[in-house]
């Protein structure tokens, strides 16, 4: 499960960043979302995107460090998900 | 074969030669205004006679052999594509409103090549034009005169209004500019200011908006009410300044401090900026707000139109080094960007309530722009790496290069889209900050960026090399004992 939410955050990802950035880089992880070269306007672009696929809202007052790699950001929103 | 649909027209020797260029696009309309719109409706208004700040001069080169016809119908075409090239704009009892006519004619002015070339001849008149104050009720919002040479256009010389561009847009119409003059098929743009107004009436923007809102709130609510604690000098005439800097070195060593952290070079020149609003101001916390492109929704990505709105930096200085307030700014600045969407007449409500709060609304007068498009300087002179930036800084040179009665600012830094230098310019409300205050504020944002990315600059270092580059009269945070 957690593979397709996932998949789906690397979609968005590709999305976001007009194609700089593949989903098959984003979901491989082995650079974070930055080094990859995600920038601000992109990194704004997903959490929008996140937000209104999903139905939640995110919040970025606390650590930031979950929106750098797939694999934590969908943990992260997993847990909004849940906590709905 | 092509039938020209514009008249060039033979004047009098005294009067300046004209063209005539009627367009005819697939509508015309009425739409409240977009949030971008209301933004610069408020701006318009605040500035009054000084409002000619907000006007964007632009210039488009014509390539290859063109005759005057065609570049005047791929000038129709474009204002045939682009509505807000066509809007005009008017108060009624419900609110501003955007009027897009669907006809109408544009008329432009023919000059001859000075000797300095058409490029830049076409520069020089684009900043004359730019002098003069929008009629937004009646003018298109254009001006246009095309630069001939040898009875050849070759360049044309623009100024728009801010209601119908921002930055962005221009990038636009220089990207879609060649075509035009090929006279190719373009697809017509599907988005348009008018379909933006009726989206952003709705979810999620409006849910988008109330956040925005309430994070400037939570801001608003505690942050001092001045820019500057010290009181207001005897100012220049005119009052506000902005002084240039065209720095190789301020741009080289930004390029090389975002390498190293993986942040983008906004992010260090703002930081950068912002360290040294910090240290004349005295006090370890910037605020400022930042101008956004604010295109996050695929739509407006290629929308001609005023889009972009302003976020609010809020940026506690870490003490420890540059390098650190280089990441503290990145992460503020994704929170300012993130709460920069949002209806700017619903923001004015919630600054007015604040202000009878508190008893007046926070002067947030600093202000950051990074006009380049993409965030790069592609031609930057290439260095080897490692390469010792200081001796870079010799060539760097400060000016004085415009003035203006009424623009409000107190501060107000903007990185220019000149491709191959870093151009910082600061506009100062001189009855705060001197012209050499200025001058000093943009030699030590270089000195930093150069110095930062081979120590850990110390807040008071910071200090004592803004005050190395000028003298600085009535910053507190300044003095010798600080």
């Known amino acids: 499960m957690s593979g397709d939410l996932e998949r789906r955050l690397a979609d968005l990802v590709a999305a976001v960043s007009d194609g700089e950035i593949s989903a098959e880089e984003a979901l491989a992880g082995e650079h974070s979302l930055s080094a990859l070269g995600l920038t601000s306007l992109a990194w704004i672009r997903l959490v929008d995107a996140i937000e209104d696929a999903f139905g939640v809202d995110v919040d970025l007052g606390g650590d930031l460090s979950a929106f750098d790699r797939v694999d934590a950001l969908a943990a992260h929103v997993s847990d909004l998900l849940d906590t709905r | ?482």
């Open chain 2, 1 to 482: 074969m092509t039938t020209p649909a514009t008249t060039p027209m033979t004047t009098p020797a005294t009067a300046p030669a004209t063209a005539s260029v009627p367009f005819s696009g697939t509508r015309g309309g009425e739409a409240p205004l977009t949030w971008g719109q209301r933004l610069m409706w408020r701006a318009v208004h605040l500035m009054g006679p000084s409002q000619s700040f907000l006007n964007c001069p632009w210039v488009l080169p014509v390539h290859g052999r063109r005759d005057l016809a065609t570049v005047l119908a791929a000038l129709r075409r474009m204002l045939e594509r682009h509505e807000s090239l066509r809007t005009t704009f008017a108060d009624t009892p419900h609110g501003p409103v955007q009027r897009v006519a669907r006809g109408g004619e544009l008329t432009v002015e023919l000059a001859v090549t000075g000797p300095e070339g058409p490029l830049a001849t076409a520069e020089r008149i684009a900043a004359e034009l730019g002098t003069t104050v929008f009629a937004h009720g009646e003018d298109l919002p254009l001006r246009c005169v095309v630069v001939l040479a040898d009875g050849r256009p070759r360049a044309l010389a623009f100024v728009f209004s801010h209601l119908a561009v921002d930055f962005q847009a221009l990038s636009l119409l220089s990207a879609e500019w060649r075509a035009l003059l090929r006279g190719d098929d373009l697809p017509p743009p599907e988005w348009q200011p008018m379909e933006q107004a009726a989206l952003e009436r709705e979810e999620p923007f409006l849910r988008r908006s109330r956040r925005s809102v309430r994070y400037w709130r939570s801001v608003l609510e505690t942050v001092p009410l001045e820019v500057f604690d010290h009181p207001p000098g005897e100012p220049e005439e005119p009052r506000f300044i902005e002084v240039g800097m065209e720095s190789v070195a301020l741009a080289a060593a930004a390029v090389r401090q975002a390498e190293r952290l993986t942040i983008s070079t906004t992010s260090v020149v703002m930081a950068a900026c912002a360290t040294v609003l910090a240290v004349v101001s005295g006090r370890p916390r910037a605020v400022m707000q930042l101008v956004h492109s604010n295109r996050r929704d695929p739509r407006t990505r290629p929308l001609v139109a005023t889009v972009g709105q302003d976020g609010l930096l809020v940026l506690d200085l870490p003490g420890t080094g540059f390098a650190d307030t280089c990441l503290a700014a990145h992460r503020s600045a994704l929170m300012a960007y993130r709460n920069a969407h949002y209806d700017p007449f619903e923001m004015q409500a919630m600054r007015a309530e604040i202000g009878r709060v508190r008893g007046r609304e926070p002067d947030l007068d600093a202000f950051f722009n990074d006009r380049r498009g993409d965030g790069t300087w592609p031609n930057l002179p290439r260095l080897a790496p490692g390469e010792d930036l200081t001796p870079l800084t010799a060539r760097t040179r400060t000016y004085v290069t415009n003035a203006w009665p009424g623009v409000r600012f107190k501060v107000f830094f903007t990185l220019g889209t000149d491709p191959g230098t870093g151009r910082l310019s600061l506009i100062v409300d001189t009855a705060y900050l001197p012209r050499e205050t200025a001058r000093a504020m943009l030699l030590g944002v270089e000195t930093l960026l150069v110095r930062g990315l081979t120590e850990d600059v110390p807040l008071a270092a910071v200090r004592d090399l803004v005050r190395a580059h000028g003298e600085i009269r009535g910053a507190k945070g300044l003095g010798p004992d600080r």
